[in-house]
C-alpha cells in the first residue's frame, strides 16, 4: 500500500466540497441513500445498476435506493438480471461512455462472478490507453460476518481488490464517513470498489446536511491514546472503540485509527501514532491469512521500526470459511 | 453455540490484545492472536 495512486495516471479526483455546519442523526443506511439523492441531483450524469434497487419497493436488500426510482426514473435507475458480470460490464460501458454509474452487488461475495470486469477491465483501461480515458464507475456491496448469513454470504473480501492495481477501495465505518466518502466516490474519475458492512446499515451517528466529501487517503483518529496504536477496517473500528474504553477501566490508553481507505493508505497516519504509543494492533474481519493486516504491519515497519517497543499483533477472524449454526 | 461468533474477532479478543502489547505476554497458540 505504498501510496499507488500518485503513480496512476489522473489519479482520484477527490474535489472537495468542505462540510457544513450542523448535523442531525442519521443511521449508515441513510447517510448512504443521501449520498446517492443529493449526487443524483447534482449531476445527471450519475445513475445507479443493480439488481432490485427500483421497482421492488425495498429499495435493494437494505433500503438504500428506495424511493430514488420514483424520483430519477428507469433510465438512471436500472433494475437487472441476476447477473454480476453482464450488469458491471454495463456499467463499466457506461462510465466510458461518460455516466457516472453507481452499480450494486447484494452482497459482495457475488462480485466473484465480475472479477474480470472489475479486474481486467475497469482497473486497468485507463493504463492500457495511457491515461487518456476516465473509468468513474463505482462499485458498492455490502459485506462481512456476523448476520447468520453464511459462508457465501458474509465475506470481506477488501484484500482481494487491494491488492489489484488500478482500483480504489473505501470502508466507511460511521454514517458520517460513508456519506462524504461516497460523495467523493462517485466524483472519482478512477474505478472504486465501496465496501459497506452489513452490521452497520442501522448504526447511527451525527451526519452534517447538505454536500461535503472526504478526501481519499485521509486516516481518521477516532480516539486518541497515548499507549496503543490500534488500526481498525470497517465495523472493526467500533469493535476496537468499544476495546478502547474498556481498557482505559484499567489505565490502557489505546488509540484508535481508522483508516478509511485502503487505495490510498494514509501510512503517514500510522506512522505518527506508532511514533507516540509504540505498539501496533491491526483488526479485520476477513481472515488473518494475506490480510491487508499483514500489508499495514508491513508499512508500520518500515516507516517507523524504531518507535516499536513490542512485536506488532493482529486479531482477525480465522483462516475459515464462516460458519453458520 | 454462536460458530459464526467463533471465528470472527469480537470486542474482547482486542481487549487481550491490547494487554499482551502492553505487558509482554506472549502471543496465544493458533486462532486469532
Known sequence: MSAPQAAQPGGAGTPGAAEPAGARTRSYAQA?????????????????????????GGGGVFGVTRGLLDEFGSDRVRDTPISEAGFTGLGVGA???????V??????????????????????????????????????????????????????????????????????????????LLKTAIRSNDPVVFLEHKLLYSVSGPVPEGDYTIPFGQAAIL??????????????????????????????????????????????????????TGR?????????????????????LEDAFDYFDAPPRGSAARTSPSRTT | MNLE?????????????ARRLMHGLPPSKGGVA
Open chain 1, 103 to 180: 452499480v450494486e452487488y447484494m452482497y459482495i461475495d457475488f462480485a466473484m462472478l465480475a472479477m474480470d470486469q472489475i479486474c481486467n477491465q475497469a482497473a486497468k483501461i485507463r493504463w492500457l490507453l495511457g491515461g487518456d480515458v476516465d473509468v468513474p464507475l463505482v462499485i458498492r456491496a455490502q459485506q462481512g460476518a456476523g448476520r447468520g448469513n453464511g459462508p457465501q454470504h458474509s465475506q470481506s473480501l477488501e484484500a482481494w481488490f487491494t491488492h489489484n492495481p488500478g482500483l480504489i477501495v473505501v470502508l466507511p465505518s460511521s454514517p458520517h464517513d460513508a456519506k462524504g
Open chain 1, 95 to 101: 462510465a466510458l461512455a461518460g455516466l457516472r454509474p
Open chain 2, 5 to 17: 461468533a467463533a471465528v470472527i474477532p469480537q470486542t474482547e479478543d482486542l481487549v487481550q490484545a
Open chain 1, 280 to 300: 501496533l494492533l491491526v483488526t479485520h474481519q476477513a481472515p488473518e491469512r494475506a490480510g491487508v493486516g499483514a500489508e499495514i504491519v508491513a508499512c508500520a
Open chain 1, 223 to 276: 480516539r486518541e491514546g497515548k499507549d496503543v496504536t490500534c488500526v481498525g477496517i470497517s465495523i472493526m473500528c467500533q469493535k476496537a472503540l468499544e476495546a478502547a474504553e474498556l481498557l482505559a477501566a484499567e489505565g490502557i490508553e489505546m488509540e484508535v485509527v481508522d483508516p478509511r481507505t485502503l487505495v490510498p493508505y494514509d501510512r503517514h497516519t500510522v506512522a505518527r501514532s506508532i511514533a507516540k
Open chain 1, 32 to 56: 448512504l441513500a443521501e449520498a446517492l439523492r443529493e449526487e443524483m441531483r447534482r449531476d445527471p450524469a450519475v445513475m445507479l445498476i443493480g439488481e432490485d434497487i427500483g421497482v421492488w
